[in-house]
């Protein structure tokens, strides 16, 4: 993994927990990452580090976990251990975000891992970032071609719904 950053406000809505994974074949131009693009690149990934993770997002303050990159859905047996830990011990009282390359239909379509994957998570950046498209003012994303897509209506109706910030209608 890349790194670990607790307490952070940038990788989602409210205060987050965020795991930077490592790798990624995507290779965006203008990535804001891309060291991690090497699966070689940060520290292995942990029991200790995981136990840190679920530390830290039992904080009351804590909204939720972000998984970023490199690419999550290339690094799924880190992601599926935490993911799942969180759900068994948390539920759903803390979400999990997640950034990917890969959109939504290829992941809901992918019959292994990466649905396993995709089941677990609350709200999905999907697609690559796109330098021509970069806009800053967008929340979450860096680039207008990237959708913010709340993962189990998404699920649910077959087709991708928006998300939308808590509070919002």
Partial sequence: MADYQPFSFVDG???RCSVYLSGC??????CYNEAAWSFRYGE???RELENRVLEDLSHPAVQGLSLLGGEPFLNTQVCLALASRVR???GYAKDIWIWSGYRLETL?????DKRMLLELVDVLVDGPFDLARRDASLAFRGSDNQRVIDVRASLASAEAVTWEPAGRS
């Fill in 25 to 30: 074949l995507f290779a965006c131009e203008g």
């Fill in 88 to 90: 068994a011990e948390l």
């Fill in 108 to 112: 809901a379509a992918d019959r292994r």
């Fill in 44 to 46: 292995p990934y942990s």
């Fill in 13 to 15: 809505e409210g205060v």
